[in-house]
């Protein structure tokens, strides 16, 4: 299927690794220049010297805590014109409200929540004055199936989904999509570690991690390969109708009362 995505530059975020990096090489294999940006530089590096030998296309790599609102307009002015943003970045940290105190709320909101309305706000301007442009929020079912022990996730999550159709259902009319994907667990590092976690503190073991996923759909995780398929179908030319909304890909989990 041609997506018609040849030659667009893709800014993606939080692209060092699991999602970010799997949407980076997939938009690489459709022939588009990528602007990739982390919070760690030598990781960063890494990953573009390993794109730019696998698909020949031109690597930006920008080294910077979108937590800062300053660093936000630092790469927008370093970035230039941008035809695709995927907002990536961030991990909002899990506990009840009990446990998750002001500091680590703030951190974990700093990134996503604010990082995504601040990156929209920037870059949706270019794009509007040049009349065309897409954007995509990777967010995550703890917005759909609210948890307690997710607390500060379930509420950052909810928000970023209710600006994603309030701004996408508007922006259509200055030719901006505006489009939020929610993907349910996906095996990375980060969720690994949660699930031996969560083992520990419930049977004793993490060799019990694999109970909580045995009833999932295939009985695994999301691949982060699955997620970036969705993302960079999004953003091309054959989802042109798709804006103000959130796909969810999930295997089925949030309508099966689970979230876990």
Known sequence: MELGLTGKTV???GSSKGIGLACAHTFAAEGCNLQLV???AQTLEAAA??????????????AL????????NALAARAGDVDVLVNNAGAIPGGSIDMVD??????????KVYGYINMTRVFLQGMTERG?????NDIGTGGEKLDYDYIAGAAGNASIMAFTRAIGARSMHRGVRVVGVNPGPVETDRIQTVMRQKAVAEFGSEDRAGDYYAHWPMGRFAQPQEVADLIVFLASARASYISGTVVTIDGGMVNNNSIL
Do not use: Y
């Open 65 to 72: 805590d979108l937590s800062d609102s300053a660093n936000v």
């Open 11 to 13: 800014l993606i975020t």
């Open 132 to 136: 065309h442009g897409v954007i995509i």
């Open 102 to 111: 002001e500091a680590a709320w703030r951190q974990g909101w700093d990134l």
């Open 38 to 40: 982390a919070r760690t």
């Open 49 to 62: 010297a390993d794109i730019r030998a696998r698909f020949q296309v031109q690597v930006m790599t920008h």
